[in-house]
T-cell receptor, first 114, second 111 residues
Framework: DTAVSQTPKYLVTQMGNDKSIKCEQN?????MYWYKQDSKKFLKIMFS???????INETVPNRFSPKSPDKAHLNLHINSLELGDSAVYFC?????????????FGPGTRLTVT | GNSVTQMEGPVTLSEEAFLTINCTYT??????LFWYVQYPGEGLQLLLK?????DKGSNKGFEATYRKETTSFHLEKGSVQVSDSAVYFC??????????FGTGTRLTIIP
């Protein structure tokens, strides 16, 4: 049973193109996220949505636009791709408990911009 | 702001060696603390957690104890296996949507 899924797993494209990454979760969670992981494995949060509402928007170029059609889906659209956008992008979802949010991650999408 | 500091990697050990990966945090208040593991080519998975001081989280032979006095949550395992080779992330959360991660520590176990 796939909990958090992303498509595609690999994406190779040229500079200047526009691309999208899709994410779906079947856990019934209200909150979803996009993270960027660089080549040194450093994780940076980009966006978070709670029930289709944007709640975290870190300092990310406005070429990146998240879209949440419903609370089970959070897609990431990237315009005018640049070399520096090459990274692994992870989608995650979380469930709130009394004390913390526990996050569940997708398998990642490796984006290579040439 | 809140932050998590992990020991720099990479860490290379022989099979059956004892493992410690240090993690300290800076925060106002008492967060919940986590260790996540990322196996090659995969996403992060929750390994263990602790929600209050002196709590010990444990899973798959790994343990970590929430030490309020030293603001630490060091990860330990008594005898590592080749299959433990992965990147390990320490993280904290204050019951909101934001999880603050450390920089990750790459662990390689040699047979």
């Amino acid at each position: 049973d796939t909990a958090v899924s992303q498509t595609p797993k690999y994406l190779v494209t040229q500079m200047g193109n526009d691309k999208s990454i899709k994410c779906e979760q079947n856990l019934g969670h209200d909150t979803m996220y996009w993270y960027k992981q660089d080549s040194k494995k450093f994780l940076k949060i980009m966006f978070s949505y709670n029930n289709k509402e944007l709640i975290i928007n870190e300092t990310v170029p406005n070429r990146f636009s998240p879209k949440s059609p419903d609370k089970a889906h959070l897609n990431l659209h990237i315009n005018s791709l640049e070399l520096g956008d090459s990274a692994v992008y992870f989608c995650a979802s979380s469930q709130q408990t009394i004390l913390y949010y526990e996050q569940y991650f997708g398998p990642g999408t490796r984006l290579t911009v040439t | 702001g809140n932050s998590v500091t992990q020991m720099e990697g990479p860490v290379t050990l022989s099979e059956e060696a004892f493992l410690t990966i240090n993690c300290t945090y800076t925060a106002t208040g008492y967060p919940s603390l986590f260790w996540y593991v990322q196996y090659p080519g995969e996403g992060l998975q929750l390994l263990l957690k602790a929600t209050k001081a002196d709590d010990k989280g444990s899973n798959k032979g790994f343990e970590a104890t929430y030490r309020k006095e030293t603001t630490s949550f060091h990860l330990e395992k008594g005898s590592v296996q080749v299959s433990d080779s992965a990147v390990y992330f320490c993280a904290l959360n204050f019951g909101n949507e934001k999880l603050t991660f450390g920089t990750g520590t790459r662990l390689t176990i040699i047979p």
